[in-house]
């Protein structure tokens, strides 16, 4: 497999990785492989939750149960209750600027849709950084 690494710079740019997932998810028999399209993805909080919304919306249904290949494959990775509380205690834990002051807590990740929005693209990108940054902006 290529070894592939997408990290938008921009909010503009983020989109140009959505033709590719398409097109990923339009081959053979999922069954068959469970290759992500992408080896790496970076973004930060911002421009996941724009290509999240982008990659749901008419244009593209990415995330669409119609969407067998993708649908195969996150059900394949057997994400269930012991992940769920893993990330419940996650988000229950504070969050620390570099020199360890406190800041807030990581209850956004859950709340503002980011694990979840990191989820639905594990399909595509196993292997995600996710630029937290205060939220990424």
Excluded: H
């Excluded at 492989?33 to 909080?45: D, E, I, K, R, S």
């Excluded at 406190?102 to 694990?115: A, C, W």
């Amino acid at each position: 497999m290529l070894a592939t690494y997408s990290e938008s710079t921009s909010i503009a740019k983020v989109s140009a990785l959505l033709p590719a997932l398409k097109a990923w998810s339009r081959e053979d028999d999922p069954s068959t492989t469970t290759q992500p399209a992408t080896t790496f993805l970076a973004a930060n909080v911002r421009e996941l939750s724009i290509l999240a919304t982008a990659a749901r919306s008419d244009t593209w249904e990415l995330f669409s149960a119609d969407n067998t290949r993708w649908w195969y494959t996150l059900d394949a990775m057997q994400l269930e209750s012991p992940f769920r509380s893993s990330l419940g205690l996650l988000a229950g834990r504070p969050a620390n600027d570099v020199s360890g002051c406190p800041k807030g807590g990581l209850e956004f990740l859950t709340t503002e849709g980011v694990v979840q929005n990191a989820i639905s693209f594990l399909p595509f990108a196993r292997n995600q950084f996710i630029q937290l940054g205060d939220k990424g902006e």
